[in-house]
T-cell receptor, first 115, second 117 residues
Framework: AQKVTQAQTEISVVEKEDVTLDCVYE???????LFWYKQPPSGELVFLIR??????QNEISGRYSWNFQKSTSSFNFTITASQVVDSAVYFC????????????FGKGITLSVRP | DAGITQSPRYKITETGRQVTLMCHQT?????MFWYRQDLGHGLRLIYY???????DKGEVPDGYVVSRSKTENFPLTLESATRSQTSVYFC????????????????FGDGTRLSIL
C-alpha cells in the first residue's frame, strides 16, 4: 500500500515570505515517482513537477524549489518570496511502478498569501 | 491547442437520473482517468483506462460506468445518480509509462461540478 501525508492543512503567510509545504510518503516499492500539483481558486489542477526515486537532486524552478530526501521519505516544496498568485491548494502525489499502482494524492495544503 | 476538455462544467440533476460527463483530449495520450474531489477526501480515482477498450476500476468505482471506444474520449456515466455522488469530477490523461497507472504526469481538465438534488 502507498500513502501520502500532508500534515499541514492550511498555511497563511504575508507576501514575500518564504514558505515550505511538507510531504511525507510511504511505499514498499523501490521505484516510484513523486509529483506536486497546484489547484488555484479557479479550480483546475496544474502539474508542477515529477521526481523519480533514483534522483535525489534538489530542483529549482524560479521561486519554486523541491527537496527530495529518501532517508526521511519526504518531498518538500518551498516557495521563495511568495506572491498573492501563489495562493492555492497544493497536492503531493505518489505512484510506484507496480502493476496495480495508481496515483495516490495527499489531502492537500491550502496556502493563503496575504498582500 | 485544446488539450483536455470536460463538459459540462456545471450540472444539476435529480436523484435517480442518469447523467454522463464527457472528457475529450487532443494529445493522443494512451491513459485517461476519472477522479472525484470531495472535501476531506482529496482526489480519489474512480476509473482509468490504459488504452481504447481497456478500462479498470479505481478506488471508488461503485455507481459509475465508463467506456473508451476511441482514444480521445472517456465518458463517465452515473447510471442512477445519488446525493453522495455530488462532487467535483476531474478527468485526466497521460502518456502512461511504467506500472499499472503509468508514471508520466497526468494532465487534468477543468473539472465538472455536479450537484444531485
Amino acid at each position: 500500500a502507498q500513502k501520502v501525508t500532508q500534515a499541514q492543512t492550511e498555511i497563511s503567510v504575508v507576501e514575500k515570505e518564504d514558505v515550505t509545504l511538507d510531504c511525507v510518503y510511504e511505499t514498499r516499492d523501490t521505484t516510484y515517482y513523486l509529483f506536486w500539483y497546484k489547484q488555484p481558486p479557479s479550480g483546475e489542477l496544474v502539474f508542477l513537477i515529477r521526481r523519480n526515486s533514483f534522483d535525489e537532486q534538489n530542483e529549482i524552478s524560479g521561486r519554486y524549489s523541491w527537496n527530495f530526501q529518501k532517508s526521511t521519505s519526504s518531498f518538500n516544496f518551498t516557495i521563495t518570496a511568495s506572491q498573492v498568485v501563489d495562493s492555492a491548494v497544493y497536492f503531493c502525489a505518489l505512484i510506484s511502478t507496480g502493476a496495480n499502482s495508481k496515483l495516490t494524492f495527499g489531502k492537500g495544503i491550502t496556502l493563503s498569501v496575504r498582500p | 491547442d485544446a488539450g483536455i476538455t470536460q463538459s459540462p462544467r456545471y450540472k444539476i440533476t435529480e436523484t435517480g437520473r442518469q447523467v454522463t460527463l464527457m472528457c475529450h483530449q487532443t494529445w493522443s495520450h494512451s491513459y485517461m482517468f476519472w477522479y472525484r474531489q470531495d472535501l476531506g477526501h482529496g482526489l480519489r480515482l474512480i476509473y482509468y483506462s490504459a488504452a481504447a477498450d481497456i478500462t479498470d476500476k479505481g478506488e471508488v468505482p461503485d455507481g459509475y460506468v465508463v467506456s473508451r471506444s476511441k482514444t480521445e474520449n472517456f465518458p463517465l456515466t452515473l447510471e442512477s445518480a445519488t446525493r453522495s455522488q455530488t462532487s467535483v469530477y476531474f478527468c485526466a490523461s497521460s502518456l502512461g509509462g511504467q506500472g499499472g497507472g503509468g508514471n508520466q504526469p497526468q494532465h487534468f481538465g477543468d473539472g465538472t461540478r455536479l450537484s444531485i438534488l
